[in-house]
């Protein structure tokens, strides 16, 4: 049973709109969440993290965690064809050593 | 602050080989996490070490182990070297019990298994 799970995509929206990004996971003790954006032939990169429940943004990024119906959002607004990538979901559970979705890929069109 | 760096950045073995891949972490973080990246199974975990001890432990193989020195830095060893190894190895340096827990990524190294 996957533990943290991302639709897998390709999620296509044109340039200025808004991208929604979902991500579920299985452990309710879960505690520490983060999103990570990974260009092809690349490594991860850190967008942002969020530990409470409600919104963090963080410039075009908002964060959104709901852990009673324990799922985790990233929006990324004004949409740039730049931030086509694959993101990734990491969730910590019960240690610190954070467990990865598959991540979705992100088209975004001109 | 320079990031994680690992070396070399592109391998290419045949099996049956042993592998050695080398990562340094953020100046002051302490703790290095190792991940294999393939497409078909994403990013996992391999191992974590935090002071020179192995902390945590993934699912994988006897054939790879890792260690860590007294200045952080670590290596990961890969022995008898299979097809299925061939991946993007990444390495992640982190700074724990700062609350944020926080992994960053070096640039990886790509192994190719002939």
């Known amino acids: 049973q996957k533990e943290v799970e991302q639709n897998s995509g390709p999620l296509s929206v044109p340039e200025g709109a808004i991208a929604s990004l979902n991500c579920t996971y299985s452990?309710?003790?879960?505690?520490?969440f983060f999103w990570y954006r990974q260009y092809s032939g690349k490594s991860p990169e850190l967008i942002m993290f969020?530990?409470?429940?409600g919104d963090k943004e963080d410039g075009r990024f908002t964060a959104q965690l709901n852990k009673a119906s324990q799922y985790v959002s990233l929006l990324i607004r004004d949409s740039q064809p730049s931030d086509s990538a694959t993101y990734l979901c990491?969730?910590?559970?019960?240690?610190?050593?954070?467990?990865f979705g598959r991540g979705t890929s992100l088209i975004v069109h001109p | 602050k320079a990031g994680v760096t690992q070396t070399p950045r592109y391998l290419i073995k045949t099996r049956g080989q042993q592998v050695t891949l080398s990562c340094s972490p953020i100046?002051?973080?302490?703790?290095v996490s190792w991940y294999q990246q393939t497409p078909g199974q994403g990013l996992q975990f391999l191992f974590e070490?935090?002071?020179?001890?192995?902390?945590n432990k993934g699912n994988f193989p006897g054939r790879f182990s890792g260690r860590q020195f007294s200045n952080s830095r670590s290596e990961m060893n890969v022995s008898t070297l299979e097809l299925g190894d061939s991946a993007l190895y990444l390495c992640?340096?982190?700074?724990?019990?700062?609350?944020?827990?926080?992994?960053?990524f070096g640039p990886g190294t790509r192994l190719t298994v002939l």
């Open positions: 992640a340096s982190s700074l724990p019990r700062e609350g944020t827990d926080t992994q960053y």
């Open positions: 452990d309710r003790g879960s505690q520490s």
């Open positions: 969020i530990y409470s429940n």
């Open positions: 990491a969730v910590t559970m019960r240690s610190y050593i954070p467990t």
């Open positions: 100046s002051g973080h302490r703790s």
């Open positions: 070490y935090f002071s020179e001890t192995q902390r």
